[in-house]
């Protein structure tokens, strides 16, 4: 007897008595009960300790009842590990300097051992699966190494991304070196939450839509493809998300990835004719939707259920993360729709 | 005997010698002689004083010699002459501010007549089309309502567009209002500059792409359709940009647009087959492959050319506007590199 939760048997394009839901972000700012954690510890301190990571983890599927627990982390912690200087201003987001890397080097990039060096992400995940149900999967997660260049190589987040495309163009070689490097280190950090009890991965490549679709195929897809094959897709479902990629369907089909997490410009019931139904994806709502009224958000949600739910194997999710100043309620009526949304026949396993 | 250039030859898809080029944002400050000129003036001292708007709008004819000039403005002047308070700040860009917009109102907002609120943009016009031989067109333009209506909500760029998405959700008959409004403005200075002289025009929706399709086609589509329709399009070629919009290639065509300008993100073959060789299509190096060393600048352009001219009307231009810290001597690799590649016979006419 298959005794997966809903989210992992839709990944996998099985049966499902309704349509698995959680959301990228799911535990953070909008809960009132993560801004009172972080009054009293600073955000990486909420990182770095499991028992407050395990906690921030779990508000939002004690408030509402998610299918899926995704590890409270920041995809940069990677990048720390592997010798950067990371700190975060409340006011500019995470600031990252290491040295020699817009220059075209990686000095000091070293590939970390993660029980040595994100021992505490390990942890957390280790207490997680023990206190999570049978019925709600833990996901683990990871930035994908072209993201996680761009924050190297800008020191943060960027408008257009000059310095990231200003050094590939000109020292291709040297970003392929510092391409497979963090290939390595994401393999081996995901590996590592694999062994210690996460259920499902999802690979961050939420800046790789700002490339051609040429320049995507010579930078990024390889790598992706790396680590994605050398990961244990038959007992661990993998999820690729990135952001405005929908223009590259067809190489997203050749990642290796089980689920594509799509964003909000491309039509959902569109995308699945497109990928066909061997291929589960994730997705689609825009997280500013959340900010309808109630009705509105109510019938919007079942729109993108009714695209989304037309093949098997479907995760209602947001096109991005959930916004910090998102109301409360909404998420709520959000979660409500999805629980109260029929399984089709087809999701269902009939005939 | 069609004496038109060969800009607007491409537009209607007609056979040309070879494969028009201009570069969005061709007059601007990459260029050391723009540079120096706003030494002496501000920003919007150039946009309002004809003899000046000339001056620079001729610059990179006289430097690259493009096959088409874009009159030299900015899409805000639009928004102040509606009743918006306009500023360009040096660090933070453009700023406005509209009593009432962001409440969901639209206080203070008029339909302006072009030639009072507009005259200097129209002498402008009348200025270059003497100046401008037959061989080089004159393209006038106007930001769309949507990119308009962000602005005002806004009040200068934004990263996530929080307030214009509150807004049409929580306000949608009060958006559709301010957009009906912008409509009328942005089709009356259309047809103000078409009677001025200019030879073809291009809607600016550049941000469009932050809406899901089912949003695109209820809040922005109608408006960009009556703008289009009215305009002499049999006449005067138009030419529809936006970003991240590849995704709704679908809604692109209904649009009314001759020619549709595209972004990096779609592989402009994969367009072209899409769209069939009745449409005629811009585009789309991303501007910032002018960052790489000539050899393979030069062979990335032929790509797009490649892709681009592998069926009639074609205009080589980039996904975006060119960016500030261009070096020159990509503008020149980028502008020999069109002018060498050789009419494919299905340009030319030929059989």
Redesign the interface.
Known sequence: MNTDSRFLKACRGEPVDRVPVWLMRQAGRYLPEYRKLREAHPFLELCKTPALAVEVTLQPLERFGMDAAILFSDILLLLETMGADLRFDEKLGPRLRCRGVREGGDHGLKVPDPERGLGFVLDAVRQLRKSLGQNVALIGFSGAPFTLATYLIEGGTS????DT??FL??NPASFHRLMGKLADAVQAYLQAQIAAGVQAVQLFDTWA?I?????YREFVLPYTQRILSALPADRVPTIHFSL?????L?EMETLGAGVLSLD????LGRARQRLGPARPVQGNL?P??L???RD?LRS?VR?VLGKGASMPGYVFNLGHGI?P?TPLESVETLVETVRSFPATPMQAGAP
């Open positions: 408008r257009s991304f000059l495309k200003t163009y000109r839509g490339l051609s679709p040429d320049d405005g990629t929908s223009t590259l067809e909000w410009r491309i039509d825009d500013l939707a900010f309808q009224p509105a919007t729109n916004h100043k």
